[in-house]
């Protein structure tokens, strides 16, 4: 810890004068020019910042910064018990997400209903929730707290930024543009998730963490009944797309009306878990 120069040095060096009054008068010297220095190195109360910004040369308007007025906020974190690629794709998520805040990882054994209580106390109105079954399957949960509504997926063909390696690069904290295939149109079940992702990927203008670029795209396309994922830098020339990542797939389970749980108001017929799958092949 730091010393603090107060009375107890003027103690000491008042004993140290009597023991050594003849013989050590140099290491007096040395202890005073020490708190002197301990003295000079106390930080100087800052300068004001406003009224720096105001003193700009005559003629230049004073810049203010604009307001942050879409205050969406995206909890972004996983239960325990999740493998390493799908962690590692959490990350890239929150690194591609300015507007995102993390949390420590959820117990399996609480229900998900607590989603709410944590994404309140850190005042989140958006929620991204990975959990793993079976130490090989991956669920992504994505829905508005604390009302609805919410939506379960399958994430499948994960590849993180780290596993691809692609060519591609953009600035961090940079907001991206949203690119959604015309099919998200087709069906009210897809244009609610449309609406759902648009409000979770969509980085808020002016928000603290971001900066003023649109360097890249965010496309979510569909096919085979799921939504693919892709990230694309946007070249200096804006006609050309470079991959960035990550990549990854996600199959349509339900659509809740509450946050994390209540009435369904859709279930995909098409699909089918894991298990049952698997089932099926060896057969």
Aim: hydrophobic share 35%.
């Amino acid at each position: 810890a730091e010393e603090t120069v107060g009375p107890t040095h003027i103690l000491r060096f008042h004993f140290v004068f009597r023991v050594s009054t003849s013989t050590n008068f140099t290491f007096i010297g040395l202890e005073l020019a020490r708190a002197r220095n301990k003295m000079g190195k106390r930080k100087r109360p800052a300068a004001d910042s406003s009224a720096a910004e105001e003193t700009v040369e005559a003629g230049e308007p004073l810049l203010k910064r604009a307001k942050w007025t879409d205050k969406q906020r995206v909890m972004v974190f996983c239960s325990r018990g999740i493998t390493h690629r799908p962690r590692h794709l959490m990350m890239d998520l929150r690194v591609l997400m300015p507007h995102s805040k993390a949390e420590t990882k959820l117990d399996r054994k609480d229900k998900l209903f607590i989603v709410n209580e944590v994404c309140d106390l850190r005042n989140c109105n958006w929620c991204v929730f990975f959990e793993m079954r079976k130490k090989r399957n991956c669920y992504m949960w994505i829905g508005a707290t604390p009302h609805g509504p919410s939506a379960k997926f399958l994430v499948e063909n994960i590849h993180t930024m780290d596993e691809m390696k692609m060519t591609g690069n953009c600035l961090r904290g940079s907001r991206p543009v949203l690119s959604f295939d015309s099919s998200l149109e087709s069906t009210p079940h897809y244009k609610l998730l449309r609406d759902m992702l648009e409000k979770i990927f969509s980085t808020p203008n002016n928000h603290p963490k971001s900066k003023p670029f649109v360097d890249h795209v965010f496309n979510f396309s569909l096919l085979d009944d799921r939504i693919w994922f892709r990230n694309f830098q946007i070249l200096e020339e804006g006609e050309n797309l470079v991959e960035v990542g990550p990549r990854f797939c996600l199959n349509l389970i339900r659509i809740f009306d509450g946050s994390f749980g209540g009435a369904t108001l859709y279930q995909n017929p098409n699909y089918m878990g894991p298990t049952r799958e698997e089932k099926g092949a060896k057969r």
